[in-house]
């Protein structure tokens, strides 16, 4: 079955600094993958997918990167404020998985300093 | 508030009783999931329903776990003799979605601690 491994574990960034945080996959056929944010206290809210026929997708100041042949995607966030601060998660799909069920990596917990 | 709503927000019991958790969905969405999450890590995924049709179970549900979908609206996700190694975050999901994947929502979770 997909494997979702993500790094690093732990992120602080001086504020309007980027953060990078980088997933790797281990079905190749995985073709959907999506960013999650988690607030403490509150479950994971979407900001950012993208599939596997577009190698990068931005909105606003944030970005994702999909290199298929690789089998990894990172999610870029430019001039970071304090209230980026949260544990965002990675996510896949295989192709077969016609439920749409999501396969989560690890977390990462963010930190922006002002 | 339309979205996803889960009920209770925490739950504190002693092992071996058993606990009720409830998921209303948004509205017009068909599809509708259930993630174990433990501090520090990923949600997992235990199960989901499309409509009333459990469709996939993982194999994290052990015989002490059941969920219903009833009339494809809200679900129930049950844990009879709890254990300590059940104290979890149970999040439930909601999509809408004819076939592959969309945009999972995800509501405030259930907290168990079992003592």
């Known amino acids: 079955g997909e494997n979702v491994e993500q790094h690093p574990s732990t992120l602080s960034v001086q504020e309007g600094d980027s953060a990078v945080i980088k997933c790797t996959y281990s079905?190749?056929?995985?073709?959907?993958f999506p960013w999650y944010k988690q607030e403490l206290g509150k479950g994971p809210q979407l900001i950012i997918d993208?599939?596997?026929?577009?190698g990068e997708k931005k909105d606003q100041r944030i970005a994702v990167t999909l290199n298929k042949t690789a089998k990894h995607f990172s999610l870029h966030i430019t001039e970071t404020q304090p209230e980026d601060s949260a544990v965002y998660f990675c996510?896949?799909?295989?192709?077969?998985?016609?439920?749409?069920?999501?396969?989560f990596g690890q977390g990462t917990e963010l930190s922006v300093k002002p | 508030d339309t979205g996803v709503s889960q009920d209770p927000r925490h739950k504190i019991t002693k092992r071996g009783q058993n606990v009720t958790f409830r998921c209303d969905p948004i509205?017009?969405?068909?599809?509708l999931y259930w993630y174990r999450q433990t501090l520090g890590q990923g949600p997992e995924f235990l199960t989901y329903?499309?409509?009333?049709?459990?469709?996939?179970k993982s194999r994290l549900l052990s015989d002490r776990f059941s969920a219903e979908r009833p009339k494809g609206s809200f679900s129930t996700l049950e844990i009879q003799r709890t254990e300590q190694g059940d104290s979890a975050m149970y999040l439930c999901?909601?999509?809408?979605?004819?076939?592959?994947?969309?945009?999972?929502?995800f509501g405030e979770g259930s907290r168990l601690t079992v003592l």
């Open positions: 509205s017009e969405h068909n599809r």
């Open positions: 996510a896949a799909v295989p192709l077969y998985n016609q439920g749409g069920k999501l396969i």
């Open positions: 993208i599939r596997s026929n577009v």
């Open positions: 079905d190749s056929a995985s073709n959907y």
């Open positions: 999901a909601s999509s809408l979605r004819g076939g592959g994947a969309g945009e999972l929502f």
């Open positions: 329903f499309q409509n009333e049709a459990q469709l996939e």
